[in-house]
């Protein structure tokens, strides 16, 4: 791939479209139901523009930011993002360590076929994303593991209560556990790219994966039944993360939170930041596009971190969220079709991009550092 050819976050899923097959990319890019939420996603930003401040001298700029007392070199991270393998080889790897070297924050989803502790190995600043089961042994067991291999940070994924209804997939053939029917076969079959150098070569290195991460004690094996649930919990409630928080002593964050209420009753836990986020318009379709709460949220945060995904693509779209209050934004999508299409190389790539973009519109609007960024810059469209 030749990635001078690639100029923003979309040229990569378009590559990706192009490489992938179409259940595959299908996966990564599919909105749940309507698709509604998917686009209000990238629309809701379209509300605000940007009013400039020239002749601020701004020959320096400085886009780092404190997070949790870590200083990283950009407000953006990679979000977590489940299945990676099936769609980059060795994929949560390969984005770890492009976050890792980039020096942004990388989020591994548990549901992920490398052990955390090889992740953790090879970015040891990487956080997890619990799809955390109710049970108390289940609870202290997680804590404990993610303890014992050098984690510094749990985030429990909140809002998966159930799997949701992306038709896009069923369509294609595609769900979990994986059953090849003809439709999907011939799909693979006329994908020989992908279907040696990510599926027989993942089958080749680590046999037929167990999905390792969703359990203290593993998980269960990609093809198996047991599958079809593994990361929905209807029966998940706030006592669960008081029980995290009382056992966990690293950062606590709670990703998958749109109102208030939710917000406060995470302060009221003492966990140590949330992450706004409709999961990318896959889960409820019609939710609300969480830059558009984070006032709302902003209010009954008290001292947590407020971070906030969900259709983030450009430079701008960070600056809007940021002079909207939040924290730290995170990306989904791009960063796993980057790696589909170029590896370590491709995502640090995606990185640099987004990068670039935020350094150039920070000049642009006379701010030399991210506290420069504030709602001054916002105008209602
Ligand atoms: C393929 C895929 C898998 C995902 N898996 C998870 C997951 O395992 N855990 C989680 O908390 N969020 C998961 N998400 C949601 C992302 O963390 C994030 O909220 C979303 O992708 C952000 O939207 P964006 O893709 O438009 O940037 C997933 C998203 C995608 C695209």
Avoid at 3 to 26: S, T
Avoid at 326 to 347: E, S
Wanted: proline residues 4%; positive net charge; charged residues 20%.
């Amino acid at each position: 791939m030749i990635l001078e050819r690639i100029l923003d976050l979309d040229d990569f899923a378009r590559a990706a479209r192009a490489q992938l097959p179409r259940a595959v990319y299908g996966y990564v890019a599919n909105g749940s139901e309507t698709e509604t939420t998917l686009r209000e996603n990238r629309a809701a930003f379209s509300d605000w523009q940007l009013v400039t401040r020239v002749l601020a001298g701004v020959e320096t700029r400085d886009q780092t930011i404190d997070l949790f007392g870590h200083i990283y070199a950009s407000p953006f991270g990679i979000a977590p993002m489940g299945g990676s393998a099936l769609v980059a080889y060795q994929g949560h790897l390969v984005m770890a360590h492009a976050a890792y070297q980039a020096n942004i924050p990388f989020i591994l989803s548990a549901n992920s076929i490398i052990p955390l502790e090889e992740v953790l190995t090879c970015n040891p600043d990487a956080w997890f994303a619990a799809y955390q089961s109710p049970e108390d042994e289940a609870i202290r067991g997680m804590a404990t593991r993610l303890t014992r291999a050098g984690g510094k940070t749990m985030v429990i994924t909140a809002d998966v209560p159930i799997g949701s209804n992306r038709e896009g997939d069923a369509r294609a053939g595609f769900g979990f556990p994986i059953r090849p029917d003809a439709r999907l076969s011939f799909d693979v079959a006329t994908h020989p790219r992908w279907t040696g150098s990510v599926l027989l070569r993942t089958l080749l290195r680590r046999g037929v994966p167990d999905i390792v991460n969703l359990e203290p004690w593993g998980g269960p094996g990609l093809f198996s039944r047991k599958v079809k649930s593994i990361a929905a919990h209807e029966g998940l409630r706030w006592a669960h993360v008081r029980l995290m928080r009382d056992l966990w002593r690293g950062t606590l964050i709670v990703k998958g939170i749109l109102s208030a209420a939710d917000a406060a009753a995470a302060r009221e836990i003492g966990v140590d930041g949330i992450i706004l986020s409709n999961h990318g318009g896959r889960q409820l379709d019609c939710a609300v596009a969480p830059i558009r709460v984070l006032p709302d949220v902003l209010a009954q945060a008290g001292g947590m971190v407020v971070m906030v995904d969900s259709g983030f693509r450009r430079g701008t779209d960070i600056v809007k969220a940021l002079a909207r209050g939040a924290h730290a934004v995170f990306v989904g999508r791009p960063f796993l079709y980057a790696a589909a299409c170029a590896g370590t190389r491709g995502v640090s790539h995606a990185i640099t991009l987004l990068a670039k973009e935020l350094d150039r519109d920070m000049a642009m609007l006379g701010v030399r550092n991210i506290n420069e960024i504030t709602s001054e810059i916002l105008r209602r469209a």
